[in-house]
């Protein structure tokens, strides 16, 4: 029943800086804290990927491929989840969405988000040469 929407998309060139944000509505109380969220993307002919992750801890993880570029943070305080991306590379045009999820485990590399079951609408993020 919770509402995402994601903000903050748009046409940067290699290089470039954007940041995406996720506002979050109509959650029960506090509730907004127990949930893992994760950062989404989807490049045109490649199935849905998992860009990064928090969990309710604040514990993150991020895909190999945006490691030391982009960074994920959340303000339960205002019900939103950020993604800083720096850096950005042609390779990362894509649909970038927001999930709400409600597991959480921890990995090597950090706590990972699953049985995602809130979506966002999407934002476009387009990085050209």
């Known amino acids: 029943q919770m509402q995402l929407v994601e903000s903050g998309g748009g046409s940067v060139k290699s290089g470039g800086s954007l940041r995406l944000s996720c506002a979050a509505s109509?959650?029960?109380?506090?509730?907004?804290?127990?949930?893992?969220m994760g950062w989404f993307r989807q490049i045109q002919g490649k199935e849905r990927e998992g860009v990064a992750f928090?969990?309710?801890?604040?514990?993150?993880s991020h895909a190999e491929s945006v490691k030391d570029r982009f960074t994920i943070s959340r303000d339960n305080e205002k019900a939103t989840l950020y993604l800083e991306m720096t850096s950005l590379k042609p390779e990362d045009t894509a649909m970038y969405y927001c999930?709400?999820?409600?597991?959480?485990?921890?990995?090597?590399?950090?706590?990972?988000?699953?049985?995602?079951?809130?979506w966002g609408q999407g934002t476009q993020v387009t990085v050209s040469s």
């Open positions: 999930a709400a999820c409600a597991t959480e485990r921890t990995s090597g590399s950090g706590s990972t988000c699953s049985d995602c079951s809130d």
């Open positions: 109509n959650y029960i109380g506090s509730t907004y804290s127990w949930y893992c």
């Open positions: 928090i969990d309710s801890a604040g514990i993150t």
